[in-house]
């Protein structure tokens, strides 16, 4: 990611710092009956922290990774509201690997980076957790952005996630506007 990139998140980031950010998105949160309550969980590109705050919750032991330091300063600020502990790791995905697992549950919500999904695979223990949620080309029908570059194909999404097990899938128009894949995959045991 270029500087300027890091930037625009950090901007984006203290332009939000006022927003209530504390709750999950819905998808995210539908997940309770699935994911595991103890073990540990990687939140990727996870930004203020919302996802990783309410995984810690839930008594897993959370590691954060994003590029932006003024979204994990708002993430800091998010588990020590809700009483919680999270680790923080500032690091560029596009150009330093991921921290290392092994993972019971990943979280990679609106984030794409193809090449990061043989290593999240890698880094699953036995039956350990991917949640994934991008939007998709058909998205631009109705969205502006994200732009291409940030979409999945239609279709795309389960051919990311070669070698795990794929709990649930689904892509379509979702209730907030966008046309998402929404994947969970399971490494086998």
Do not use: K
């Amino acid at each position: 990611m270029s500087d300027a990139d890091r930037d625009r998140w950090n901007a984006r980031w203290l332009e939000r710092a006022g927003d209530s950010l504390s709750e999950p998105a819905p998808w995210i949160a539908s997940l309770d009956p699935i994911l595991p309550r103890s073990g540990s969980a990687l939140d990727i590109a996870g930004g203020a922290g919302r996802h990783a705050v309410w995984l810690a919750r839930r008594g897993l032991e959370v590691t954060l990774v994003d590029v932006s330091g003024e979204g994990l300063r708002l993430a800091a600020r998010a588990a020590a509201a809700a009483g919680v502990s999270i680790e923080l790791v500032e690091r560029d995905l596009e150009r330093e690997p991921l921290p290392a697992g092994p993972w019971d549950v990943a979280l990679c919500y609106h984030y794409l980076e193809r090449a990061l999904f043989p290593v999240i695979a890698d880094a699953l223990t036995p039956g350990g957790h991917l949640a994934f949620c991008q939007p998709t080309r058909s998205n631009l029908e109705r969205n502006p952005r994200p732009g291409s570059a940030f979409l999945l194909d239609d279709g795309e999404a389960p051919s990311l996630v070669a070698g795990l097990e794929i709990v649930s899938y689904t892509e379509g128009w979702v209730a907030e506007g966008r046309h998402e894949a929404r994947l969970v995959a399971r490494r086998r045991s």
